[in-house]
């Protein structure tokens, strides 16, 4: 079993910046790929990011791509996702993901998730 904690939500105003991160206890979770996704009022998960096991490759929803940074530090446990230029529309409950195929944009692949952590972004 893997448990993943989401921490760093909160709310911001717009253009500001929040950097989320997801600890990973219980089995190693060096042997996963992670993955955002997101939750917005009245929608399913979106996929927002996604990492590979090594950190090697990434994939970013083209809505957050050029302004979100994946990342994770494997020694740590940790995957982060720092979050710049944030715009209202980013207001959702952030979760992340741990996937045995590799980085995804389909929720499908994932096999363990958090129980993510709400950002609210105002104008």
């Known amino acids: 079993q893997v448990q993943l904690v989401e921490s760093g939500g909160g709310s911001v105003q717009a253009g500001g910046s929040l950097r989320l991160s997801c600890a990973a206890s219980?089995?190693?979770?060096?042997?996963?790929?992670m993955g955002w996704f997101r939750r917005a009022p009245g929608k399913g998960r979106e996929f927002v990011a996604a990492i590979s096991r090594s950190g090697g490759t990434t994939y970013y929803a083209a809505s957050v791509k050029d302004r979100f940074t994946i990342s994770r530090d494997n020694a740590k446990n940790t995957v982060y996702l720092q979050m710049n230029s944030l715009k209202p529309e980013d207001t959702a409950v952030y979760y992340c993901a741990a996937s045995t195929v590799g980085p995804s944009y389909s929720r499908d692949h994932y096999d363990y998730w958090g129980q993510g952590t709400q950002v609210t972004v105002s104008s």
């Open positions: 219980g089995r190693t979770s060096r042997g996963y790929a």
